[in-house]
């Protein structure tokens, strides 16, 4: 087995990347979802959350309301790391999960905006081993984010709450530039793919 965490500040193509690589036969997890879920309905984090943050932030309908815990966390460096602390060892506990159930001989990717800032899919049993870091000018991720429908405020806000491209850089084994469209970008996956078949081979390569 070989895991790759895959970066990359929003609207820059890390999830287009990941599509293009499970296509060729990568197994993706999705660690951002993995976030969502252990504060979501029925999740472990859920009753650590409220304890920290008040009843406030418990949705109505069960789970926590992501609306009310960012409105807490998204100006206050202190409660943002202590949601880190309650969720992040929990979002590695159902990674390892994940992963235990995967065939040996996969390559699998941890599709994670978060990754340069914490030890999210590295502190866990199965740590990822490489690091790929897809970048765009900010220009052009603007244009996605507002295609998708976010408005520019918006998308200025999130990225500044995000690791920059440089801190990103600083633990990439690879950086991949999307810049052109998904037909180029579906070309550099299958450079990048045919890497990791050889780093993944390379793995297995017996000595002597
Ligand atoms: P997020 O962190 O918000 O999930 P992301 O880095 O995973 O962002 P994607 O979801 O892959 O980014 O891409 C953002 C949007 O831009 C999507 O609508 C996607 O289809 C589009 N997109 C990605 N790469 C390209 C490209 N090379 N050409 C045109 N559109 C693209």
């Not at 932030?57 to 949601?83: C, M, T, W, Y």
């Amino acid at each position: 087995m070989l895991i790759v965490g895959l970066t990359g500040g929003i609207g820059s193509g890390k999830t287009s990347l990941a599509e293009a690589l499970a296509r060729r036969g990568a197994v993706v997890l999705d660690v951002d979802g993995l976030g969502r879920q252990v504060i979501g309905h029925g999740g472990s984090a859920v009753e650590a959350v409220v304890e920290r943050f008040g009843e406030e932030v418990r949705h109505p309908e069960g789970g926590i309301d992501r609306n009310a815990l960012a409105g807490i966390v998204f100006h206050d460096e202190q409660a943002l790391s202590d949601l880190t602390a309650i969720s992040h060892p929990r979002i590695n506990r159902l990674l390892d999960e994940a992963v235990a159930a995967i065939a040996d001989d996969s390559i699998v990717i941890y599709d994670m905006a978060v990754l340069a800032e914490s030890e999210l899919g590295w502190s866990n049993r199965y740590p990822y081993e490489i690091v790929i870091t897809v970048e765009a000018p900010p220009e052009v991720r603007f244009e996605r984010l507002r295609r998708r429908g976010m408005s520019p405020e918006d998308a200025r806000s999130r990225m500044e709450s995000q690791a920059s491209d440089e801190e990103r850089q600083a633990v990439a084994n690879y950086i991949v530039s999307n810049q052109g469209d998904l037909a180029e970008l579906d070309h550099v996956a299958g450079e990048v793919w045919s890497e990791l078949q050889r780093l993944h081979d390379q793995k297995r390569r017996p000595l002597g």
